[in-house]
């Protein structure tokens, strides 16, 4: 592959740190700091495009920023698996960002600056993860995301708030230090380079049971991809506003966690190293684990956005499986699931949050009938659960698909005994909602708020006109958005060429 | 005139702390500026001489222009001339700091007390630092030990005495030890030169009052930079002196008498004799992690800031002792990169006690709620400082770190990979709970929020110039690692 040596990639990163800057010295001025925020969204996103035309084309970028000390680089490269990861996140930030607008003006929340900053900060470090080219750069930014997500997590301030958030930051920090450093220190002094390199690096470099430690090591330390037993953070999280949920805990940091997992099963370990010495395998049945235990739990949980949070940790799990059967349509699949688990689960915390603020529910129980004053934002949730489920023609389908013919083709007959069962728990936790939505009649419960907020009398700074049609959603911006990531999980179904095309670089080396 | 800058480097602060004191007698502003005045010129000078040092090589100046073995040498080499900018560097942000400081915490009546005996304090550590003859490290030591117990005492806090007479009696046992050492020492050779010492001892290594005088050397200096367990002096005596004090004590003393040790382990004793004839390292590996564990959960338990800062010193200083004790180039360029970083780190903690000890009058996190809002600039560097004491990348903590865990890999010894990883998670709980307090809970009292900050920004920006330089040395960490891997490189190369 022909690499262009560029600071493209470093801009990328950097624009929404820019952005970060200028959103906290507007503080005071709200329109021109979500300004910034759309402003640097749409030119990320542009540049992320015109990288990805290169990439097509069989192009690398690559960049050193500079050297920490000899050995140890701050460096960005761009390759497909690098770009397929933020094209993703960088398009659906754009979505997410009108979509905040709207969430934080209607309930007029506090310390929205820091909210937006830390949002921008946020993404920048996913970026830096996507577009690493060495262990330590990944592991820096993987660490910023982390800290900065913090204030997000913590947002409310209020006692459970903070608890939720320290569990967050007490399990993604400490697996990262407590594991995932140690790998990185192992690596070094076996292969003597972090580079992410095609085909792995440490092969042939250190004896069975060091390579088997270190695997163990990363897996357990890149706790961001929610494998049990270090998920719980993850539905901790959830006390976050939801657009935070929205992006970070159903794209940006969970994918950063699956995302890092593929780039060391690919670049650090290699396919032929870890099928080799039978890791694959292991990771496909703890994945399988985490699939099916985690969709039981969903089960029970009445909290809608709980119930999606369990359902992201078993989603998460298809990418790894993907990845560790090895088969190259399994990791096809498990590739492809990044982009179409991402728009389904961000329509459905998109609703979560729309049901919110319309109607300030959020469990499950709660919601009888209410797909007749919402009829968009059910509908949205409708294609995105289905999507979920795997039912053709929504994108969700294709990776299901993917990864079962991997599993055929790699001889793995018990997973599809999992992608079945999991299906039927997908189906069994998610359809019962969507038939309360629109079946059920609705409860004659406490009397519908028209304008949620806490106790302020004016009006909220958002065109919010459904009042006029009978209907109660949310506002505009925010049906906006979920509606068109609906439209992409039914677009990712008919055109996924682009993705796919890159899903097969990848694979092809 | 650059000749004679070794000498300089120890005269500069010794007629500074004269004529801090004639001249403070007239009008006391003028004490602080001579002795930042003073501190910043033998910077300057260290720093030159590093650079002369790195280009020509060790340079070795005779004092009177006497003959070493006879006369009293001065040697700057890769090791000392990294030690003497570290050191000079950070007297001289220390004595920034203490002007408005010293003029409200110790009051306007002690004030040229203070900065007379700082000077002194410096005299001697720089001293100590540039010296090749073993007995002026004696003369020096005892210089810095008695400005230093002064300086404990010299606050207004009450049980600052008791904990001076305790720095003092401890600190006069670890005084005795090194000189016993020394005079063990000459009494089998003759000569007092360190140069010619290392020429002298090897046949005498299998001498039992050689191998006393090491062992004297090590309980001695050992007692003076806290190794533990013979670190009881240090909880209180840093935790009750005056935050100035209390800085240059953690950032300055513990890493001069350290470095006297490594001195003497690696340039009057040999690498070979340390690591193979005596059983000294096998001692370290098993105080160090003890020391460090201990430390950290010692630290956690504190909510008085001073005395959780003490605590984690005696941790820190466990990690420069388990690089040295690990033998190899990349550990001990990890423990000389962490004497750099802990003195910043711990410098700057101290100071950034001062400053909020200073405004709010409080010493114990707990009452530290809402500091984010009243102490908006405060807060963000008390983050910096501990994000780099947790080792988090891009901070000069992690760089430290990284080269002890990779030194420990290289040793074999993975076992110390947990204990420095666990000390780190323990270091983030205890700092964590500082910066939610500072940023996610309301302060206690409403009024506190109107109440502004009036910190001087004398005492603001040399906190903010190490925090600077964390950073800094965490992004561009191949300045420090230069002249560090150069000094290591030495010290174990002379065979």
């Known amino acids: ?509 | 005139m650059s000749l004679h800058f070794p000498v300089l480097v120890v005269l500069i602060p010794l007629f500074g702390a004269l004529l801090t004191f004639f001249a403070g007698l007239f009008r006391r502003t003028w004490a602080w500026h001579i002795t930042t005045y003073a501190t910043l010129l033998s910077f300057v000078v260290s720093l030159d001489l590093l650079m002369s040092v790195r280009a020509t090589g060790r340079i070795s100046y005779w004092l009177g222009g006497w003959a070493p073995p006879w006369g009293i040498e001065y040697v700057v080499d890769y090791f000392s001339g990294y030690i003497l900018v570290v050191i000079s560097f950070i007297s001289f942000m220390i004595a920034v700091f203490a002007g408005p400081y010293v003029k409200k915490q110790i009051g306007p009546e002690r004030e040229l007390n203070f900065f007379v005996l700082y000077l002194l304090l410096i005299t001697g550590l720089l001293g100590m630092v540039i010296t090749g003859d073993i007995f002026n490290v004696y003369v020096f030591l005892e210089i810095a030990s008695l400005s230093g117990y002064a300086l404990v005492a010299v606050g207004k806090k009450r049980g600052a005495v008791v904990a001076s007479y305790n720095y003092l009696i401890l600190g006069t046992v670890g005084a005795v030890f090194v000189l016993l050492g020394i005079g063990h020492l000459y009494m089998v050779t003759g000569t007092l030169n360190m140069a010619d010492l290392r020429e002298r001892l090897p046949d005498l290594y299998h001498s039992r009052v050689v191998l006393t005088a090491f062992v004297f050397f090590v309980i001695g200096f050992g007692l003076k930079f806290a190794l533990f367990p013979l670190h009881t002096w240090l909880l209180s005596a840093h935790s009750l002196a005056p935050s100035a004090v209390s800085a240059i004590l953690a950032a300055a003393v513990l890493k001069v008498n350290l470095y006297a040790l490594m001195r003497v382990m690696f340039t009057v004793f040999t690498p070979a004799f340390v690591y193979e004839a005596v059983p000294i390292t096998e001692i370290f590996f098993v105080i160090t992690p003890i020391a460090i564990l201990v430390s950290s959960v010692m630290a956690l338990a504190q909510t008085n800031i001073k005395r959780m800062l003490a605590y984690s010193s005696i941790g820190q200083i466990g990690f420069i002792v388990l690089g040295i004790a690990l033998a190899n180039e990349t550990a001990l360029t990890g423990s000389l990169l962490h004497m750099l970083n802990h003195a910043l780190m711990k410098g700057g903690l101290f100071l950034l006690a001062g400053v909020i000890i200073y405004q709010t009058d409080r010493y114990h996190i707990t009452d530290w709620k809402g500091l984010g809002k009243t102490m908006p600039l405060t807060m963000l560097v008390f983050t910096i400082y501990g994000l780099s004491m947790v080792g988090v990348p891009l901070t000069a903590g992690f760089v430290s770190k990284w080269y002890l865990a990779i030194g420990a890999l290289e040793a074999g010894r993975w076992y110390f990979i947990p204990v420095i990883l666990v000390s780190s998670l323990l270091t983030a709980v205890y700092f964590w709970r500082i910066i939610e307090w500072g940023y996610f809970h309301e302060p206690d009292d409403p009024e506190d929020a109107k109440d502004r900050c009036h910190v001087p920004w004398a005492m603001m920006i040399p906190i903010m110039v190490m925090a600077f330089l964390l950073l800094f040395f965490g992004v561009a960490a191949f300045i420090p690692e230069g002249p560090a891997r150069q000094a290591a490189a030495m010290l174990l190369g002379m065979q």
């Open chain 1, 1 to 509: 592959m022909e690499a262009i040596h560029s600071p493209l990639p470093f801009y990328v990163m950097a624009v929404s740190l820019i952005a970060a800057g200028l959103i906290r010295l507007s503080k005071d001025r709200p329109n021109l700091r979500e300004f910034w925020t759309i402003g640097a969204a749409l030119v990320k996103f542009s540049l992320v495009l015109v990288m990805l035309r290169h990439v097509l084309a069989g192009q690398t970028f690559s960049y050193r920023l500079l050297t920490v000390f000899p050995g140890l680089d701050i460096a960005f490269r761009v390759d497909p698996l690098g770009i397929f990861f933020a094209v993703t996140a960088s398009l659906l930030w754009i979505i997410t960002s009108f979509y905040s607008i709207g969430y934080v003006r209607a309930l007029d929340e506090h310390a929205q600056t820091r909210y937006f900053t830390a949002f921008a900060v946020a993404l920048s470090a996913t970026m830096g993860v996507a577009f690493s080219a060495n262990l330590f750069t990944s592991f820096i930014f993987y660490e910023i995301i982390t800290l900065c997500t913090f204030p997000l997590v913590a947002h409310k301030e209020t006692p459970e708030a903070i608890r939720g958030a320290r569990l967050y930051l007490t399990y993604l920090l400490g697996t990262s230090i407590a594991f995932q450093l140690p790998a990185i220190f192992l690596t070094y002094t076996t292969a003597g380079t972090l580079d992410f390199t095609a085909g792995g690096i440490l092969a042939g470099k250190g004896s069975d049971t060091l390579i088997a430690i270190i695997f163990v090591l990363f897996m357990a330390g890149i706790a961001k991809a929610a494998l049990m037993p270090f998920h719980s953070w993850l539905p901790a999280a959830m006390v976050a506003p939801t657009p935070v949920s929205a992006l970070l805990h159903a794209v940006a940091v969970v994918k950063t966690g699956v995302f890092m997992i593929l780039r060391v099963l690919l670049d650090i370990f290699g396919v032929d190293l870890l099928g080799d010495l039978g890791l694959g395998t292991a990771l496909a049945y703890a994945a399988s684990f985490t699939i099916v235990v985690s969709s039981v739990i969903a089960l029970r949980q009445d909290n809608l956005k709980a119930r999606l949070a369990y359902s992201t940790i078993s989603q998460l799990s298809y990418v790894i499986l993907g990845a560790a059967l090895l088969a190259p349509a399994a990791v096809t699949g498990g590739i492809m699931h990044i982009v179409l688990h991402a728009f389904g689960k961000i329509t459905l915390f998109f609703t979560a949050g729309a049901i919110y603020v319309a109607a300030h529910k959020t469990k499950i129980s709660e919601l009888d009938g209410i797909g007749r004053s919402m009829p968009f934002t059910m509908t949205a949730f409708t294609i995105g659960a289905l999507s979920m489920i795997g039912v053709p023609p929504l994108g969700g389908f294709l990776s299901k698909w993917y990864i079962t013919l991997g599993a055929v083709e790699a001889g793995q007959f018990p997973i599809l005994i999992v992608l079945v069962v999991s299906t039927i728990l997908n189906a069994c936790y998610f359809l019962p909602i969507v038939y309360a939505a629109f079946f059920k009649p609705p409860q004659v419960a406490a009397p519908a708020r028209s304008n949620p907020g806490h106790g302020h009398e004016e009006e909220p700074h958002i065109y919010w006109p459904w009042k006029k049609f009978g209907l109660q959603e949310a506002p505009i911006l925010m049906v906006a958005a979920l509606t068109f990531t609906a439209l992409g999980t039914i677009l990712l179904f008919f055109a996924p060429s682009g993705f796919l095309a890159l899903a097969r670089m990848i694979v092809g080396g």
